[in-house]
């Protein structure tokens, strides 16, 4: 006669919300920024709230090392574990490899009865034996020279994105821009008015590029934010020009419905008109405008400590299809500025494709239009007291270029253009 199965024992609400979560995630039902704000986590205390989103993003960041050692204490190295028992050990190694304020035996029995509650009564066991290898193990040592793939592991992140970084930027910054992406977002230094109440919450590469483009036609009247959702930018817009028309568009009704409610807390911005266009083929009547920005969609390559889960999508054949959507905004944009209007390109991509190379492929094919030198630009936010100093580091021959730990924010790219004709 068989023995009965154990009687499941509770789990906390912040592990349940983060399992469930986190299997979203996986199977491309959503991301992690909406469903840590969505109703998997409306309900949960501040205190379970807290602990979800350090777990969330926390295996997020490190899935790909957790899968590493996990791998490494399974009986058969090849073995394929079924997604609900590889997330519920992922919570657990995590918990016990990086909260050191979670007690083990918590962290252990919850990822066992996370097993046991999702239908896969026959991994108790080996989750069971795996965590507590897990407990009990040394940390890794570090080998005196790491090679790419070493150090990719470490540090979680796609060995074909660390191999081209460190051919793009060097050794010590590839490593750099990997360590950033594995610690919680800081709020950046880089503003004198950081506090000011009447700008946005907004991290500090978004603001730099909003910043940029106002102060790059401080006279501009008529203003389009192409691809304006969620909307930071376009508040810091229509606070640096409040004399300008603003029509804000996004072709994702959802976002835009979100901005719009963002927007109406900010009595500066209640002149913003928006709509709903696609940026490769506006409305006709987005047209000579005095200055545009085009934050364009991109793979995000710089905002991997935000977005961790990018890191575990991102394929390299996304940068070309990425990059010939881009292509088409800027040409769409480019055709919709009145003569001598500006325009500001960007995007939070560390990948030439995304960036540099769209710009020049555009530029080579637009006689009318010459990209600015966005040195002198910076120099005038610096001298404006906006910016503390005038990030030159931050210079990569015409463009800007930041990398997350290298400089205090995230991993953007600007180039200022100027229609001639």
Not at 88 to 98: C, D, I, S, T
Not at 198 to 220: C, H, K, T, Y
Not at 309 to 333: G, K, N, T, V, Y
Request: charged letters at 25%; hydrophobic letters at 45%; proline letters at 7%.
């Amino acid at each position: 006669m068989s023995k009965p199965s154990p009687k499941p024992k509770p789990i906390s609400p912040a592990r349940s919300a983060s399992f469930e979560i986190l299997s979203r995630v996986a199977a491309g039902k959503g991301n992690s920024d909406d469903l840590l704000h969505s109703a998997l986590t409306a309900k949960l205390s501040p205190e379970d709230r807290n602990l979800a989103t350090a777990l969330v993003l926390g295996v997020l960041r490190w899935e790909i090392a957790l899968d590493a050692r996990i791998q490494s204490f399974l009986q058969r190295p090849d073995q394929r574990l079924a997604e609900p028992v590889a997330i519920a050990l992922r919570l657990g190694a995590f918990q016990l490899l990086h909260l050191d304020r979670i007690p083990p035996h918590a962290a252990l029995n919850e990822s066992v009865e996370l097993t046991r509650a999702s239908e896969n009564p026959h991994a108790v066991g080996m989750v069971n034996a795996i965590l507590r290898k897990f407990a009990a193990a040394k940390p890794p040592g570090r080998p005196i020279h790491e090679s790419t793939a070493a150090i990719a592991q470490r540090l979680a992140h796609p060995q074909w994105l660390v191999e081209r970084w460190v051919a793009r930027y060097g050794r010590s910054a590839a490593i750099r821009i990997c360590e950033a992406g594995q610690r919680e977002p800081e709020e950046s230094g880089l503003y004198q008015d950081a506090a000011d109440a009447n700008l946005p919450r907004i991290d500090g590469g978004s603001r730099l590029v909003a910043e940029l483009a106002a102060v790059f036609a401080p006279q501009a009247r008529r203003v389009w934010d192409a691809c304006a959702a969620p909307g930071g930018k376009t508040l810091v817009l229509a606070n640096r020009l409040p004399e300008a028309k603003i029509i804000a568009t996004d072709m994702s009704a959802r976002r835009l419905a979100a901005m719009q409610a963002r927007l109406e807390q900010y009595d500066y911005a209640a002149g913003v008109e928006s709509e709903v266009a696609d940026a490769t083929v506006p409305l006709s009547s987005l047209k000579d405008f005095d200055l545009i920005l085009a934050d364009v969609p991109c793979s995000g390559t710089g905002t991997l400590a935000r977005n961790p889960e990018i890191r575990l999508r991102l394929e390299p054949a996304d940068l070309a299809r990425h990059a010939e959507r881009q292509r088409r905004i800027l040409r769409s944009a480019l055709s919709r500025l009145a003569p001598g209007g500006r325009l500001l390109y960007s995007t939070c991509s560390l990948e030439p494709e995304e960036c540099e190379r769209v710009v020049e492929s555009v530029m080579n094919e637009t006689p009318s239009a010459e990209v600015v030198l966005v040195e002198p630009v910076l120099q005038s936010l610096h001298e404006r007291g906006i910016l503390r100093e005038p990030l030159q580091e931050a210079v990569e021959g015409k463009y800007l270029r930041t990398l997350p730990g290298v400089h205090p924010m995230d991993g953007f790219f600007a180039a200022l253009i100027e229609r001639t004709a």
